[in-house]
């Protein structure tokens, strides 16, 4: 079973700086993961899928790349409306469907 | 525009049943693999499981096989998740998910709001 691990688990951010966000995959998983954002109270939402095709509707400040075992989410210059927890998800791959623990970017 | 709406979540004490519903609009239903994702109080998300487009195959959490199951009315637009022998760990919230591959081997491009499960005596 393939084992997803986000680092940092807090990230402390000003806004306006950059954020960088680490995905680590137990094994090989190619391109096939997903970037969610989790905002308080909400359902999450994805931002990023194959890696690094942002969804529809996404802003161009978040970009994710790396392949086979190690990811990242990049923020360029974080907005308010940023600050929230993100997940990573290896897909393709039949079930169990892993996510990563998260990761919190809060305000610094 | 994509809508997944939720519902049927509770209080019930343990060792009892429950059965939730997201109903879907806005998209070709029976194209889509459809998943149940929980979160429980203060935790990350855990996937629970998921279901083929026609219906034919489930696949489940080890936390939940056997205890729960997954299905779909495509005449309906819904997706459902019977829950039974509820323990206090399976306390979340539970969303559904769409996934754009009809196999549900995809990520998931649109969730609803969520249902509040509290099992509790």
């Known amino acids: 079973e393939i084992v997803m691990t986000q680092s940092p688990d807090t990230l402390s951010v000003s806004p306006g700086e950059r954020a960088t966000l680490s995905c680590r995959a137990s094994?090989?998983?190619?391109?096939?993961l997903a970037w969610y954002q989790q905002k308080p109270g909400q359902a999450p939402r994805l931002l990023i899928s194959?890696?690094?095709s942002r969804a529809t509707g996404v802003p161009a400040r978040f970009s994710g790349s790396g392949s086979g075992t190690d990811f990242t989410l990049t923020i360029s210059s974080l907005q308010f409306e940023d600050f929230a927890v993100y997940y990573c998800q290896h897909y393709n791959n039949w079930p169990p469907r892993p996510f990563g623990q998260g990761t919190k970017v809060e305000v610094k | 525009q994509v809508q997944l709406v939720e519902s049927g979540g509770g209080v019930v004490p343990p060792g009892r049943s429950l059965r939730l519903s997201c109903e879907a609009s806005g998209f070709v239903f029976s194209s889509c693999g459809m998943h149940w994702v929980r979160q429980a109080p203060g935790k990350g998300l855990e996937w629970v499981a998921v279901i083929w487009y026609d219906g034919n195959t489930g696949s489940y959490a080890d936390s939940v096989k056997g205890r729960f199951t997954i299905s779909r009315d495509n005449s309906k637009n819904t997706v459902y998740l019977q829950m039974n022998s509820l323990r206090a760990e399976d306390t979340a919230v539970y969303y559904c998910?769409?996934?754009?591959?009809?196999?549900?081997?995809?990520?998931?491009?649109?969730w609803g709001q969520g249902t509040l499960v509290t099992v509790s005596s």
């Open positions: 998910a769409r996934d754009p591959d009809d196999y549900g081997d995809s990520f998931y491009d649109y």
């Open positions: 094994q090989s998983i190619g391109t096939y």
């Open positions: 194959g890696a690094s």
